[in-house]
Protein backbone atom coordinates (compact mmCIF):
# COMPACT_ATOMS: atom_id res chain seq x y z
CA UNK A 1 0.00 0.00 0.00
CA UNK A 2 2.74 2.14 0.88
CA UNK A 3 4.60 1.55 -2.17
CA UNK A 4 0.93 2.32 -4.37
CA UNK A 5 1.25 5.38 -2.11
CA UNK A 6 4.54 6.25 -3.24
CA UNK A 7 4.10 5.71 -6.76
CA UNK A 8 1.08 7.76 -7.15
CA UNK A 9 2.66 10.84 -5.47
CA UNK A 10 5.18 10.63 -7.71
CA UNK A 11 2.81 10.54 -10.83
CA UNK A 12 1.34 14.06 -9.00
CA UNK A 13 4.54 15.54 -8.47
CA UNK A 14 5.73 14.97 -12.12
CA UNK A 15 2.18 16.29 -13.46
CA UNK A 16 1.99 18.80 -11.46
CA UNK A 17 5.54 20.05 -12.24
CA UNK A 18 4.54 19.30 -15.95
CA UNK A 19 1.53 21.79 -15.46
CA UNK A 20 3.62 24.36 -13.49
CA UNK A 21 6.16 24.46 -16.69
CA UNK A 22 2.98 24.82 -18.74
CA UNK A 23 2.04 27.90 -17.49
CA UNK A 24 5.41 29.25 -17.18
CA UNK A 25 6.16 28.81 -20.40
CA UNK A 26 2.64 30.03 -21.96
CA UNK A 27 3.35 33.37 -19.38
CA UNK A 28 6.75 34.09 -20.95
CA UNK A 29 5.46 33.20 -24.90
CA UNK A 30 2.73 35.89 -24.13
CA UNK A 31 5.19 38.31 -22.71
CA UNK A 32 7.31 38.03 -26.01
CA UNK A 33 4.54 38.03 -28.18
CA UNK A 34 2.96 41.55 -26.24
CA UNK A 35 6.78 42.89 -26.72
CA UNK A 36 6.59 41.65 -30.31
CA UNK A 37 3.01 43.39 -30.81
CA UNK A 38 4.40 46.57 -29.39
CA UNK A 39 7.84 46.74 -30.74
CA UNK A 40 6.25 45.85 -34.44
CA UNK A 41 3.27 48.19 -34.16
CA UNK A 42 3.17 51.09 -36.63
CA UNK A 43 0.70 53.52 -36.51
CA UNK A 44 -1.85 53.77 -39.36
CA UNK A 45 -4.06 57.41 -39.65
CA UNK A 46 -6.96 56.89 -42.40
CA UNK A 47 -7.01 60.46 -43.35
CA UNK A 48 -10.08 59.86 -46.34
CA UNK A 49 -12.31 57.88 -43.51
CA UNK A 50 -11.82 61.05 -41.22
CA UNK A 51 -12.28 63.49 -44.28
CA UNK A 52 -15.39 62.18 -46.44
CA UNK A 53 -16.39 61.14 -42.97
CA UNK A 54 -17.50 65.15 -42.71
CA UNK A 55 -21.10 65.95 -42.34
CA UNK A 56 -21.91 67.91 -45.33
CA UNK A 57 -23.86 70.35 -43.66
CA UNK A 58 -21.14 71.01 -41.07
CA UNK A 59 -18.38 70.49 -43.19
CA UNK A 60 -16.86 74.15 -42.16
CA UNK A 61 -16.60 73.85 -39.19
CA UNK A 62 -15.83 70.26 -38.65
CA UNK A 63 -13.22 70.44 -41.27
CA UNK A 64 -10.74 72.62 -38.91
CA UNK A 65 -10.11 69.10 -36.57
CA UNK A 66 -9.32 67.32 -39.73
CA UNK A 67 -7.57 70.00 -41.11
CA UNK A 68 -5.06 70.37 -37.67
CA UNK A 69 -5.26 66.48 -37.76
CA UNK A 70 -3.31 65.82 -40.64
CA UNK A 71 -1.47 69.50 -41.27
CA UNK A 72 0.50 67.51 -44.07
CA UNK A 73 -2.30 67.30 -46.36
CA UNK A 74 -3.51 71.21 -46.66
CA UNK A 75 -2.08 74.60 -47.12
CA UNK A 76 -3.13 77.52 -46.15
CA UNK A 77 -5.20 78.16 -48.76
CA UNK A 78 -7.23 75.04 -48.68
CA UNK A 79 -10.64 75.46 -47.68
CA UNK A 80 -13.00 76.10 -50.50
CA UNK A 81 -10.64 73.81 -52.86
CA UNK A 82 -11.03 70.91 -50.76
CA UNK A 83 -14.39 71.63 -50.16
CA UNK A 84 -14.90 71.00 -53.78
CA UNK A 85 -13.24 67.41 -53.38
CA UNK A 86 -15.27 66.79 -50.68
CA UNK A 87 -18.17 66.58 -52.58
CA UNK A 88 -16.92 65.26 -56.09
CA UNK A 89 -18.46 62.99 -57.50
CA UNK A 90 -15.87 61.00 -58.97
CA UNK A 91 -13.94 60.77 -55.96
CA UNK A 92 -16.49 59.70 -54.19
CA UNK A 93 -16.86 56.53 -56.27
CA UNK A 94 -13.16 56.19 -55.86
CA UNK A 95 -14.11 56.15 -51.88
CA UNK A 96 -16.84 53.19 -52.07
CA UNK A 97 -14.57 51.35 -53.84
CA UNK A 98 -11.38 51.85 -51.93
CA UNK A 99 -13.79 51.03 -48.72
CA UNK A 100 -14.97 47.86 -49.89
CA UNK A 101 -11.54 46.74 -49.99
CA UNK A 102 -9.51 48.80 -47.13
CA UNK A 103 -12.53 49.45 -45.13
CA UNK A 104 -11.75 47.65 -41.69
CA UNK A 105 -7.98 47.59 -42.33
CA UNK A 106 -5.01 47.05 -44.63
CA UNK A 107 -4.64 43.58 -46.37
CA UNK A 108 -1.49 41.56 -45.90
CA UNK A 109 -0.81 44.11 -42.62
CA UNK A 110 1.14 41.05 -41.16
CA UNK A 111 4.03 42.02 -44.24
CA UNK A 112 3.82 45.40 -42.80
CA UNK A 113 4.64 45.00 -39.20
CA UNK A 114 7.24 42.42 -39.57
CA UNK A 115 8.61 44.63 -42.45
CA UNK A 116 8.74 47.79 -39.68
CA UNK A 117 9.66 45.12 -36.87
CA UNK A 118 12.88 44.45 -38.77
CA UNK A 119 13.35 48.18 -39.77
CA UNK A 120 13.33 49.22 -35.89
CA UNK A 121 16.20 46.63 -35.68
CA UNK A 122 18.69 48.84 -37.67
CA UNK A 123 16.85 52.28 -37.06
CA UNK A 124 15.44 52.12 -33.60
CA UNK A 125 15.77 55.63 -33.42
CA UNK A 126 12.94 56.03 -36.32
CA UNK A 127 9.08 56.50 -35.67
CA UNK A 128 7.71 55.72 -39.03
CA UNK A 129 3.36 56.30 -39.71
CA UNK A 130 1.83 55.67 -42.24
CA UNK A 131 -1.27 58.20 -43.97
CA UNK A 132 -3.37 56.48 -46.42
CA UNK A 133 -5.52 58.83 -48.47
CA UNK A 134 -7.20 59.23 -52.08
CA UNK A 135 -7.04 62.17 -54.74
CA UNK A 136 -7.83 62.48 -58.06
CA UNK A 137 -4.72 61.84 -59.72
CA UNK A 138 -3.95 58.68 -60.53
CA UNK A 139 0.08 59.18 -60.42
CA UNK A 140 0.95 55.64 -61.08
CA UNK A 141 4.46 55.57 -61.16
CA UNK A 142 4.11 57.07 -57.16
CA UNK A 143 1.43 55.09 -55.12
CA UNK A 144 3.59 55.67 -52.01
CA UNK A 145 5.87 59.01 -50.96
CA UNK A 146 7.88 59.60 -47.74
CA UNK A 147 8.29 62.74 -46.43
CA UNK A 148 8.93 64.16 -42.55
CA UNK A 149 8.74 59.99 -41.04
CA UNK A 150 5.29 59.58 -42.78
CA UNK A 151 4.89 57.05 -46.05
CA UNK A 152 1.90 57.98 -47.67
CA UNK A 153 -0.34 55.62 -49.77
CA UNK A 154 -2.57 56.36 -52.04
CA UNK A 155 -5.21 53.07 -51.43
CA UNK A 156 -6.65 54.09 -55.15
CA UNK A 157 -3.93 52.67 -57.09
CA UNK A 158 -4.16 49.40 -55.06
CA UNK A 159 -7.57 48.37 -55.89
CA UNK A 160 -6.76 45.54 -57.91
CA UNK A 161 -5.61 45.20 -61.87
CA UNK A 162 -9.30 44.22 -63.14
CA UNK A 163 -10.77 47.43 -60.98
CA UNK A 164 -12.38 49.88 -64.27
CA UNK A 165 -10.48 52.99 -62.87
CA UNK A 166 -7.12 51.48 -64.30
CA UNK A 167 -8.98 50.98 -67.92
CA UNK A 168 -6.66 53.53 -69.45
CA UNK A 169 -3.58 51.92 -68.50
CA UNK A 170 -1.68 49.57 -70.38
CA UNK A 171 -1.43 46.00 -69.16
CA UNK A 172 1.64 46.06 -67.42
CA UNK A 173 0.70 48.64 -65.58
CA UNK A 174 -2.67 47.66 -64.56
CA UNK A 175 -0.67 44.48 -62.83
CA UNK A 176 0.99 46.38 -60.36
CA UNK A 177 -2.13 48.10 -59.00
CA UNK A 178 -2.64 45.42 -56.39
CA UNK A 179 -2.80 44.90 -52.50
CA UNK A 180 -0.40 42.20 -52.74
CA UNK A 181 2.44 45.16 -53.97
CA UNK A 182 1.50 47.41 -50.89
CA UNK A 183 3.90 46.54 -48.60
CA UNK A 184 6.59 45.88 -51.03
CA UNK A 185 6.37 49.15 -52.40
CA UNK A 186 6.44 50.81 -49.07
CA UNK A 187 9.70 49.66 -48.15
CA UNK A 188 11.27 50.28 -51.90
CA UNK A 189 10.05 54.12 -51.45
CA UNK A 190 11.00 54.12 -47.68
CA UNK A 191 14.92 52.82 -48.83
CA UNK A 192 15.17 56.12 -50.40
CA UNK A 193 15.40 58.10 -46.91
CA UNK A 194 18.28 56.03 -46.49
CA UNK A 195 20.15 55.97 -49.84
CA UNK A 196 22.50 58.84 -51.00
CA UNK A 197 21.55 60.91 -54.12
CA UNK A 198 23.53 59.38 -56.88
CA UNK A 199 25.79 61.32 -59.20
CA UNK A 200 26.26 58.57 -61.72
CA UNK A 201 26.12 57.89 -65.29
CA UNK A 202 27.53 54.36 -66.28
CA UNK A 203 24.99 51.76 -66.77
CA UNK A 204 26.70 49.75 -63.99
CA UNK A 205 26.02 52.35 -61.45
CA UNK A 206 22.42 53.05 -62.40
CA UNK A 207 21.32 49.51 -62.09
CA UNK A 208 23.48 49.02 -58.45
CA UNK A 209 21.95 52.26 -57.47
CA UNK A 210 18.62 51.37 -58.11
CA UNK A 211 18.16 47.93 -56.95
CA UNK A 212 20.03 48.70 -53.47
CA UNK A 213 16.14 49.69 -52.51
CA UNK A 214 15.25 46.39 -53.57
CA UNK A 215 17.52 44.74 -51.30
CA UNK A 216 16.57 47.16 -48.30
CA UNK A 217 13.21 45.66 -48.95
CA UNK A 218 14.44 42.23 -48.93
CA UNK A 219 15.87 42.87 -46.04
CA UNK A 220 12.79 43.95 -44.04
CA UNK A 221 10.62 41.24 -45.47
CA UNK A 222 12.72 38.50 -46.12
CA UNK A 223 9.94 36.76 -47.17
CA UNK A 224 8.82 38.76 -49.44
CA UNK A 225 8.76 37.15 -53.51
CA UNK A 226 10.59 39.00 -56.40
CA UNK A 227 7.27 39.12 -57.93
CA UNK A 228 5.96 41.36 -55.90
CA UNK A 229 9.27 43.29 -55.68
CA UNK A 230 8.81 44.10 -59.22
CA UNK A 231 5.55 44.33 -59.71
CA UNK A 232 5.56 41.58 -62.20
CA UNK A 233 3.77 38.20 -62.94
CA UNK A 234 5.72 35.49 -61.25
CA UNK A 235 7.07 33.56 -64.20
CA UNK A 236 8.63 36.82 -66.01
CA UNK A 237 10.92 36.33 -62.76
CA UNK A 238 11.29 32.92 -63.30
CA UNK A 239 12.67 33.75 -67.03
CA UNK A 240 15.11 36.11 -65.44
CA UNK A 241 16.45 33.02 -63.27
CA UNK A 242 16.34 30.46 -66.15
CA UNK A 243 18.29 33.15 -68.48
CA UNK A 244 20.79 34.54 -65.61
CA UNK A 245 24.00 33.79 -67.12
CA UNK A 246 22.69 34.71 -71.07
CA UNK A 247 21.55 38.07 -69.45
CA UNK A 248 25.01 38.62 -67.89
CA UNK A 249 26.65 37.33 -71.22
CA UNK A 250 24.52 39.80 -73.15
CA UNK A 251 25.54 42.99 -70.80
CA UNK A 252 29.66 41.91 -70.88
CA UNK A 253 29.47 41.06 -74.55
CA UNK A 254 28.46 44.41 -75.46
CA UNK A 255 30.23 46.31 -73.02
CA UNK A 256 27.42 47.36 -71.28
CA UNK A 257 28.00 47.99 -67.98
CA UNK A 258 30.29 50.99 -68.46
CA UNK A 259 28.26 52.44 -71.05
CA UNK A 260 26.56 55.72 -70.61
CA UNK A 261 23.83 55.48 -73.34
CA UNK A 262 20.73 56.75 -72.02
CA UNK A 263 19.38 54.06 -74.40
CA UNK A 264 20.23 51.52 -72.18
CA UNK A 265 17.63 52.66 -69.56
CA UNK A 266 14.97 52.15 -71.97
CA UNK A 267 16.10 49.35 -72.39
CA UNK A 268 16.54 47.55 -69.46
CA UNK A 269 15.69 49.90 -66.13
CA UNK A 270 12.65 52.02 -67.11
CA UNK A 271 9.40 51.44 -66.19
CA UNK A 272 8.01 48.83 -69.45
CA UNK A 273 6.00 45.72 -70.28
CA UNK A 274 9.62 44.18 -71.11
CA UNK A 275 13.26 44.18 -71.05
CA UNK A 276 14.73 44.73 -75.02
CA UNK A 277 17.85 41.85 -75.48
CA UNK A 278 16.51 42.47 -79.88
CA UNK A 279 15.66 38.57 -79.03
CA UNK A 280 12.36 36.73 -80.15
CA UNK A 281 11.77 35.79 -76.16
CA UNK A 282 11.54 39.26 -75.13
CA UNK A 283 7.97 39.23 -74.19
CA UNK A 284 8.64 36.71 -71.50
CA UNK A 285 11.51 38.89 -69.58
CA UNK A 286 9.86 41.50 -67.48
CA UNK A 287 10.73 45.05 -67.45
CA UNK A 288 13.58 46.63 -65.40
CA UNK A 289 15.75 43.51 -65.62
CA UNK A 290 19.37 45.41 -65.11
CA UNK A 291 17.57 46.10 -61.63
CA UNK A 292 17.05 42.50 -60.96
CA UNK A 293 20.41 42.04 -62.13
CA UNK A 294 21.59 44.61 -59.97
CA UNK A 295 20.48 42.68 -57.00
CA UNK A 296 21.70 39.55 -57.05
CA UNK A 297 24.96 41.18 -57.60
CA UNK A 298 24.45 42.82 -54.41
CA UNK A 299 23.18 39.40 -53.18
CA UNK A 300 26.38 38.16 -53.88
CA UNK A 301 28.52 41.00 -52.77
CA UNK A 302 26.33 40.69 -49.41
CA UNK A 303 27.52 37.12 -48.99
CA UNK A 304 30.95 36.83 -49.87
CA UNK A 305 31.94 39.94 -47.61
CA UNK A 306 31.83 40.96 -43.82
CA UNK A 307 29.55 43.93 -44.47
CA UNK A 308 26.26 45.31 -42.80
CA UNK A 309 23.18 46.63 -44.61
CA UNK A 310 24.47 50.14 -43.86
CA UNK A 311 27.65 49.58 -45.48
CA UNK A 312 25.52 49.01 -48.68
CA UNK A 313 23.41 51.61 -48.76
CA UNK A 314 26.47 53.91 -48.65
CA UNK A 315 28.51 52.38 -50.62
CA UNK A 316 29.07 54.36 -53.98
CA UNK A 317 32.06 52.51 -55.72
CA UNK A 318 30.30 50.07 -57.95
CA UNK A 319 33.42 48.90 -59.46
CA UNK A 320 34.57 47.85 -56.47
CA UNK A 321 31.15 46.03 -55.16
CA UNK A 322 31.27 44.00 -58.81
CA UNK A 323 35.00 43.25 -58.41
CA UNK A 324 34.16 41.90 -54.46
CA UNK A 325 30.66 40.39 -54.88
CA UNK A 326 32.12 37.15 -57.20
CA UNK A 327 28.84 37.40 -58.84
CA UNK A 328 29.18 34.16 -61.92
CA UNK A 329 26.26 33.41 -62.90
Keep these: MNKKNRKKKHILLIFFTLVIIFFILQLTFERKQDFFTEKCKID ?11 EKDSF ?18 SISFNKDIFLND ?3 DVLDSVNLIFQNRIPNIHQLEEGFCNYKDYFPEDNLSIYTFIDKEFDYKTPVVFANDKLFVSLHLFLGSSHTF ?4 PNYIKYAHDTTFLASSCFVTLAGKHIPYPD ?9 YYSKAYFFAQTMMPDVLDYQLFKCPEEKIEWCYTNEGAIWRHMIERDYLFST ?26 GSV ?17 ITLIDILNETNYMKVLNNSGYKP
Design 44 to 54: IYRFEQDFFSI
Design 60 to 77: DIHFLNVQKKFPAFFSDT
Design 90 to 92: TLR
Design 166 to 169: YNFL
Design 200 to 208: VSKFLDIIL
Design 261 to 286: STDLLDKFVHLAPFSQFGSSSDTDSP
Design 290 to 306: GVWLGLQIWKSYAKNND
